[in-house]
């Protein structure tokens, strides 16, 4: 079955320092899809990144950058040098090509404190 | 460009009563899709649509129903509101395709008392 675990609930971190944050997926299929979105305080989700499962190149933006590893089933992400506006909850994401109709799995989310 | 508009983004209820979430967007999305978000459980999927006449079952279906009678719409009704159904309610379109990114509303708060 899919599922989606994000074992780090939330992370404080001072402004200015890297931060990781986690994703570890299970999926039966060899085709999928992993997205991040950025939940601010504002409520409303924004995507982030989409990767599909045969494209293990990192990904960088900007400050942001991701990390497929199929081998571990994780799709980390990583903030540099981050600022207070980098403060929302995360959450990962996993869809699988197979169903006829798809489905989104989400992670339970982590909230990131960027602290001034 | 509106995208995906939610109405109501605050709602109180009493135990028993029912209501419509109502979800548009314009972006002529096949895939429509409703969430509930609750503290440590994330987002779940309640119900969704491939498309006009088509619904099925997500992971949280009790106690909801929905129905899609244009591509535009895909309204969520909570049939006798209960306490358990307290929570930001988020209503998503995307592509008919696993790969393509969801776009979100801005949230319904329900407050079941």
């Known amino acids: 079955a899919q599922k989606v675990t994000q074992a780090q609930t939330e992370i404080s971190v001072v402004e200015k320092e890297d931060v990781t944050l986690d994703c570890v997926y299970e999926?039966?299929?060899?085709?999928?899809?992993l997205f991040w979105y950025k939940q601010p305080p504002s409520g409303e989700l924004v995507f982030l990144i989409r990767?599909?499962?045969?494209?293990?190149q990192n990904e960088i933006s900007g400050r942001y950058s991701w990390n497929f590893q199929k081998s571990t089933s994780s799709f980390n992400f990583t903030i540099t040098a981050s600022q207070v506006v980098d403060s929302a909850v995360y959450f990962c994401a996993l869809s699988e090509v197979r169903l006829v109709a798809y489905k989104y799995i989400f992670g339970t989310g982590t909230r990131l404190k960027v602290l001034a | 460009n509106a995208g995906v508009t939610q109405t109501p983004k605050f709602q109180v209820l009493k135990t028993g009563q029912s209501m419509t979430l109502q979800c548009a967007q314009d972006m002529n999305h096949e895939y429509m899709s409703w969430y509930r978000q609750d503290p440590g459980m994330g987002l779940r999927l309640i119900h969704y649509?491939?498309?006009?006449?088509?619904?099925d079952q997500g992971e949280v279906p009790n106690g909801y129903n929905v129905s899609r009678s244009t591509t535009e719409d895909f309204p969520l009704r909570l049939l006798s509101a209960a306490p358990s159904q307290t929570s930001v309610y988020f209503c998503?379109?995307?592509?008919?395709?696993?790969?393509?990114?969801?776009?979100f509303g801005q949230g319904t708060r329900l407050t079941v008392v």
């Open positions: 649509s491939v498309g006009a006449g088509i619904t």
């Open positions: 998503a379109s995307s592509q008919g395709t696993a790969a393509a990114e969801a776009f």
């Open positions: 999926t039966r299929d060899t085709t999928y899809y």
């Open positions: 990767r599909n499962s045969f494209d293990e």
